[in-house]
């Protein structure tokens, strides 16, 4: 794709913008005056954390990052620093099982092989631990989400048409995998299990919460909801189950139908008569927006799978809301579970849902915490602090007065009610992650184009930042929350409010992830259309990375450095944290400043990571391991 369609902005709701709230805060002539945004918000930060030496220090060593960071690289590889090794787990196409179709590097595999085999666009992932103790730490279920396709690389010819065959292909490659992993004389390695399975856009799913799936808004061509797609990031509930999320579902909808007109609803979610040229509803009508304008309302949630039951049903859990989930970041609040979720598209909000009762005790009465519970969305002010909006029916602008009927139509039209209360548009919110020992929080805000006026600290914003807050007294189920900018993405050579040296340069943060001893894992999703640009201020930056921050010290250093065309995204480590595993997704993709792949040559951006003369690069699962055998990172 030659841009990215979350850059296009669906809110017309005229709510301030994060761009001129952050302006107001800390206007451009004071921080060119008094240093970087940056540094000014790790002055902040000290002053939110009441820890006043929270500002960074240059060339002081961190406790917390003992790697030698790796340069910039445009070379179309895996690097990890001396002293580590980086190993392809699971490949794109790989057998679910021994027995199971072989990858056919031609493209060739069908549709009914490509059932049996590893998705494609892997992105975010778990590591759940079989067995206890030392076991925990070589062997357990690594679930993976598959976000999208590649038309180029999936088909032996490309886009030229549409068939039932191809988009039964592009199903089944979509989804999430569930693969039994084991470390086996040294190395890990994918083994045989009943575990072992994928749930895609065509698995029988159920749906719970304020939305059930006998909603008359979710009477559909087909009796039965099926699936899942578009699954971004993810979470992990307290009770260890995975959460999978439905980003650009509207991506996979169109018509052919000239006369059709998206409602306005429709139009909110960034439905139109193209989807993002899938061309899916050619030969599949349940892809007609015209035809079967109801099946858009069964995608769009959060959705709940037990990796240790190979016969569960996966649940969307509609109290979290209905957006275009990035991720779905779950922990503990005084009992409670709270889900963070950032609704990525520029100009879209940070929501959170706080569970109504102690998890255990919703659980002990055998219902779920996730169905029970209050959808907030952040508002963020120009003071510093901020406040949770619910969207509750009947409270505030959500009446039966302003067109609201019940909470079922709340969380159908999120995004319109989170227009309505006032939340605050934000820059493309990614992931979000808590920080173990203060319940800080991180989210990534990749890139966006939403600031006006002079006083905009960066407008447009082309590689993004990361901001974080305080909840009230440290507890993720406050209403109330501090808030500052934690890092100004960018190279300083092209932006000279950018504090980062050659070992901190990146752009459009994406992943973020803490580990359990406090390392904060940022993880790059430059878009293909500016990534390695000299013209767009990325060549420096060069191919999409992992870095290590300590936000203690704020020093960030850049860890991994991706294939070409790659996003390097998903980071879990086992529980020792001596074995990591990371996603490189859509390594070989059009990237403006390198090439464009063909059927005929799908190797002009990437091969990795088989290099092979008659193959294609592969989205993979990556294990990063120390030689000495320690903890990453360190
Ligand atoms: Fe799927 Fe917003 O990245
Ligand atoms: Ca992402
Ligand atoms: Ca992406
Ligand atoms: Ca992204």
Redesign the pocket.
């Known amino acids: 794709m030659g841009f990215d369609p979350d850059d296009i902005s669906s809110n017309r709701s005229g709510n301030p913008p994060f761009q001129k709230v952050l302006a107001n805060r800390f206007s451009r002539r004071d921080m060119l005056r008094g240093g970087t945004i940056a540094a000014t918000g790790f002055l902040v930060s000290g002053m939110v954390n009441g820890n006043a030496g929270a500002r960074p220090t240059p060339g002081r060593p961190s406790p917390l990052l003992g790697f030698t960071a790796v340069p910039p690289s445009d070379a179309d590889a895996v690097v990890v620093p001396d002293g580590y090794s980086a190993d392809v787990l699971i490949r794109w196409g790989q057998p679910l099982r021994s027995d199971g179709p072989a990858w056919k590097k031609d493209a060739s595999n069908t549709a009914e092989e490509a059932a049996e085999q590893i998705g494609s666009h892997h992105?975010g992932m778990h590591f759940f631990p079989l067995g206890k103790g030392k076991e925990a730490n070589r062997h357990g279920l690594l679930v993976l989400n598959h976000e999208y396709i590649d038309r180029t690389l999936l088909y032996t010819d490309g886009d030229e048409e549409m068939t039932r065959e191809k988009v039964d292909k592009a199903l089944a490659s979509h989804g999430v995998s569930i693969v039994e992993i084991e470390l086996v004389d040294g190395e890990w390695q994918a083994v045989d299990s009943e575990c072992n399975r994928k749930v895609t856009p065509t698995t029988p799913v159920e749906l719970s919460g304020p939305v059930p799936a006998d909603h008359p808004e979710l009477q559909a061509r087909d009796p039965q909801p099926r699936g899942t797609i578009n699954n971004?990031?993810h979470g992990v509930t307290p009770w260890n189950t995975y959460l999978t999320c439905e980003?650009n579902f509207n991506a996979y909808f169109g018509t052919t139908d000239g006369s059709w007109e998206p409602t306005p609803e429709q139009d909110r979610y960034g439905i139109n008569a193209a989807g993002f040229d899938y061309r899916w509803y050619e030969v599949d009508p349940r892809f007609d927006v015209a035809t079967n304008p109801k099946e858009l309302n069964r995608f769009g949630w959060v959705v709940e799978i037990d990796p240790f039951d190979p016969g569960h049903t996966p649940v969307k859990r509609t109290a979290l809301g209905r957006v275009k989930h990035?991720g779905a970041v779950t922990t503990e609040s005084r009992g409670r579970v709270v889900v963070y979720t950032g609704d990525?598209q520029d100009g879209d909000y940070i929501y959170k849902f706080v569970g109504s009762g102690p998890w255990k005790a919703v659980r002990a009465r055998g219902e779920s915490p996730l169905d029970h519970g209050t959808l907030y969305v952040a508002r963020f002010d120009d003071d510093g602090s901020g406040e949770w909006l619910p969207l509750v029916f009947d409270e505030g602008p959500l009446t039966a007065d302003n067109g609201w009927e019940d909470q079922a139509d709340v969380l159908l039209r999120t995004r319109e009610a989170a227009d309505a209360v006032g939340a605050t548009p934000m820059d493309r919110p990614?992931?979000i992650a808590v920080q173990p020992s203060s319940n800080d929080v991180f989210c990534s805000l990749?890139n966006g184009e939403l600031g006006e006026g002079d006083a905009s600290p960066r407008d447009p914003n082309p590689y993004g930042h990361i901001i974080k807050w305080r909840e009230k007294d440290g507890h993720n189920t406050a209403t109330t929350f501090t808030w500052d900018i934690f890092v100004l993405a960018g190279d300083p050579a092209y932006d000279d409010e950018v504090e980062l040296d050659e070992d901190g340069i990146f752009g459009s943060p994406?992943?973020l992830w803490f580990d359990p001893d406090g390392r904060l894992w940022i993880q790059t999703?430059v878009s293909n259309s500016v990534q390695n640009d000299p013209e767009e201020g990325y060549d420096n930056i060069a191919n999409n990375a992992m870095l290590a921050a300590d936000p203690s010290t704020g020093e960030i250093r850049r860890f991994l450095t991706g294939p070409r065309g790659a996003?390097i995204?998903g980071v879990i480590t086992t529980p020792d944290q001596k074995t990591m595993f990371i996603n490189v997704q859509h390594p070989g993709e059009s990237t403006a400043a390198i090439g464009e792949p063909t059927p005929e040559d799908p190797r002009a951006v990437s091969n990795w990571p088989d290099f092979d003369s008659g193959g294609r690069a592969r989205s993979a699962t990556v294990v990063i391991r120390k030689d000495d055998g320690g903890v990453i990172g360190t």
């Open positions: 992105d971004c990031s980003e990035e990525d990614e992931w990749t994406d992943g999703d996003e995204t």
